[in-house]
């Protein structure tokens, strides 16, 4: 199966950090990508493969890998990083699907 | 830096075809990166619709696979999608891609570094 299951919402206090999770088969043989989206925005690539940031991502953002989970971590989350957070990855046809999404709210 | 810029009509009738380009700046059509589109309905998430690459390749959503076209015009410097038969479903923001590809070691590591802005397309009579 090529579906990446995220969980729908998690919340964080200012400063503390959050772990967003994306679990799928493909990811026991690929590496996802991460992908903010503010409202009435594109998105925005905020990690990829084994844990690279793109020029201008802050370094509170990292990404791990284990079995068949992917994951985000913000280690002391801004206001400004309240968005929705979607992973990707290749599946063994050559697809590369979304995850459902998570929206993460900075209390 | 390379830029995309998609462009289309904003409204197609029901059992239509939408048709949207991308033009690619700053770049070549024929550098190593695919190209795709990703869709997004009111109040949902992303969903991946296929890709293109420079020599025609395609991969496309299963589920969509059977009314989608995508395709490249390189003396233009740009790749469009076509989509058949729609219905209000079909009704979203669509966006265009790059996805590029890192090897490290023996990993491939896929990621889409460059978004358009999006333009919504909405189906109804």
């Known amino acids: 199966s090529s579906e990446l299951t995220q969980d729908p919402a998690v919340s964080v206090a200012l400063g503390q950090t959050v772990r967003i999770t994306c679990q799928g088969d493909?990811?026991?043989?690929?590496?996802a990508s991460w992908y903010q989206q503010k409202p009435g925005q594109a998105p925005v690539l905020v990690i990829y493969g084994k844990n690279n940031r793109p020029s201008g991502i802050p370094d509170r953002f990292s990404g791990s890998s284990s079995g068949n989970t992917a994951s985000l971590t913000i280690t002391g989350a801004q206001a400004e990083d309240e968005a929705d957070y979607y992973c990707n990855s290749r599946d063994s046809s050559g697809n590369h699907p979304f995850g459902t999404g998570t929206k993460v709210t900075v209390l | 830096q390379v830029q995309l810029q998609e462009s289309g009509p904003g409204l197609v009738k029901p059992s239509g075809t939408l048709s949207l380009t991308c033009a690619v700046s700053g770049g070549s059509i024929s550098s190593s990166n695919w190209w795709s589109w990703v869709r997004q309905p009111p109040g949902k998430g992303l969903e991946w619709i296929g890709e293109i690459y420079h020599s025609g390749s395609t991969n496309y959503n299963p589920s969509l696979k059977s009314r989608v076209t995508i395709s490249v015009d390189k003396s233009k410097n740009q790749f469009s999608l076509k989509l058949s038969s729609v219905t209000a479903a079909d009704t979203a923001v669509y966006y265009c891609a790059s996805r590029d590809i890192v090897v490290s070691g023996p990993y491939y590591y896929y990621y889409m570094d460059v978004w358009g802005k999006g333009t919504t397309v909405t189906v109804s009579s």
């Open positions: 493909s990811l026991r043989s690929y590496y």
